[in-house]
């Protein structure tokens, strides 16, 4: 099971954690924009090579202490197809360093369609008979508001394909609550539904340490509610957004973690691809100040929630 895997890593690291690779093209060194233009123009071919040469970079120099990556799609769409072959490049090198890779993609649809979403991201694709992965993610996060119908074509490619995801429960965006926060009926909210659907899901991709392939959003600007779905759905493991230029800290994040420290992996992402604004260094510095800051991310959230076991 995926999240099998991600636990190994996270032991292994002691690092809960994941960098969230989400480049803008104002993020991307001045040397390595002019390079790239040079050889591309100032093209969407150009801006897509910056924002590979700037993650490969960042993995380089992360991949030793952090184990996963998290590519946010919209920022590589946003570059055209030239932008969506850089995030299959950018997941290709992260895996080539042995790292898992959540896409971060949001998708949300039913039947065939949903098929074609989980092929493309964690499945393989029949070409003249013959089966050829596509993007090649170990996760993908998706919106579960179709229901079962959008959610049961990804339990199978993850049970086939050795893959996972993370739907959306409580997210930490500002607006969340004005549905998230609705009670139903029986006095549940629908995030607190959302989390008892993501353990029923999670039933078929049992995992060997309690977790299942089928995880949750749960956002770290929302700490209370963190707490109340790690006690509500223990058999689901968290991904947890929020941590750093969102606002949260490691106090907040904490209880998203069980009695062993497992449970949850945290993302930064501007905290971490910007990390040189903050720590007083040039631009040109932006791996060594990335490798800083998964560093001192670590130590905060080891220092609150302690040794990591199995």
Not at 11 to 37: H, R, W
Not at 118 to 137: I, K, Y
Not at 263 to 276: E, K, T, V, Y
């Given at each position: 099971?995926a999240f099998d ?5 996270i032991v292994e ?46 993995i380089d120099a ?249």
């Amino acid at each position: 099971m995926a999240f099998d895997r991600l636990i190994d890593k996270i032991v292994e690291m002691q690092n809960p954690t994941v960098a969230g690779l989400d480049p803008k093209l104002d993020y991307v060194p001045e040397s390595i924009k002019e390079e790239c233009f040079a050889k591309y123009g100032k093209t969407l071919e150009g801006a897509a090579a910056a924002l590979f040469e700037f993650n490969k970079a960042l993995i380089d120099a992360l991949y030793e202490v952090v184990p996963a990556i998290k590519p946010q799609a919209a920022y590589y769409e946003m570059y055209g197809w030239q932008g969506v072959k850089a995030l299959a490049d950018t997941i290709a090198y992260a895996k080539s360093k042995g790292m898992f890779v959540i896409t971060d993609g949001k998708r949300n649809d039913i039947g065939t369609t949903m098929e074609a979403y989980a092929a493309a991201h964690l499945g393989s694709t029949a070409v003249a008979g013959e089966e050829v992965e596509v993007f090649g993610a170990d996760a993908l996060t998706v919106n579960g508001y179709l229901g079962t119908d959008g959610i049961k074509p990804l339990v199978n490619i993850c049970k086939s394909g050795d893959k996972g995801i993370f739907v959306l429960v409580k997210t930490s965006n500002p607006s969340s609550g004005e549905l998230q926060d609705k009670k139903l009926d029986d006095g549940t909210t629908v995030y607190e539904q959302m989390g008892k659907m993501c353990e029923e899901w999670g039933t078929e991709l049992e995992g060997k340490y309690g977790y299942s392939g089928v995880g949750a959003v749960v956002g770290a600007t929302y700490p209370e509610q963190l707490a109340e779905m790690r006690a509500k759905c223990p058999h689901t493991f968290f991904l947890v957004p929020g941590y750093g230029a969102q606002g949260g800290g490691a106090n907040d994040v904490k209880n998203a973690f069980d009695e062993n420290g497992l449970g949850a992996i945290i993302n930064s992402s501007r905290g971490i691809m910007c990390a040189w604004k903050k720590q007083g260094l040039t631009e040109n510095d932006f791996a060594k100040a990335a490798y800083n800051e998964a560093v001192r991310m670590r130590d905060e959230i080891i220092g609150c929630i302690g040794k990591i076991k199995k």
